[in-house]
């Protein structure tokens, strides 16, 4: 299976008119960089079967740029609460063990969750490898088996300028 994590890309700030976390959108910037990144992928052959999200506000709508630039139906997007700040590790893992050994699953969602997953599907532990993910950065992981029997291959690691870079 192929897992792809995606960091969502850059949110405006909390301020006095956006006090929830939870609700803060993306900026300007992040969307126009994020349709970029997310064109990149797609121009070098990137490809996805499933994408779950984060149901956070910053998180779904960088999953719905990127299943816009893939001519993907908004509705094939599924929200994922353990992909939240927090979220449960074991029901995420328990996701991907449902899916498919061809899969390739897009996971969008926060920092510091997507780099404790990422060293979790690499060594089983959520501390063992330490990657740090950018906003709008992305990392392939191949797993072919789920830990903790298996260990998973870290095939790339990419910053979000260098997705735009491929456009």
Not at 98 to 127: I, K, W, Y
Request: contains cysteine; positive net charge; charged residues 25%.
């Amino acid at each position: 299976m192929e897992v792809y994590l995606l960091r969502h890309a850059s949110a405006l700030p909390l301020s006095p008119a956006l006090k929830r976390d939870e609700d803060r959108p993306l900026s300007t910037k992040g969307k126009i960089r994020m349709r970029r990144a997310a064109t990149g992928l797609k121009k070098i052959g990137v490809r996805f079967d499933r994408m779950y999200t984060s149901p956070l506000v910053r998180a779904r709508q960088t999953a719905q740029i990127v299943a816009e630039v893939y001519g993907w139906s908004l509705t094939r997007l599924e929200e994922c609460k353990p992909l939240a700040p927090g979220g449960n590790a074991s029901e995420l893992l328990a996701i991907l063990a449902g899916q498919n050994s061809t899969a390739r699953v897009l996971l969008v969602g926060h920092e510091p969750d997507m780099s404790r997953t990422a060293s979790v599907l690499l060594s089983g532990s959520p501390s063992q490898v330490a990657m740090v993910f950018k906003k709008g950065g992305l990392c392939r992981i191949d797993i072919a088996e789920m830990p903790p029997k298996g260990r998973g291959v870290l095939k790339f690691f990419l910053a979000p300028k260098q997705m735009r870079a491929f456009v």
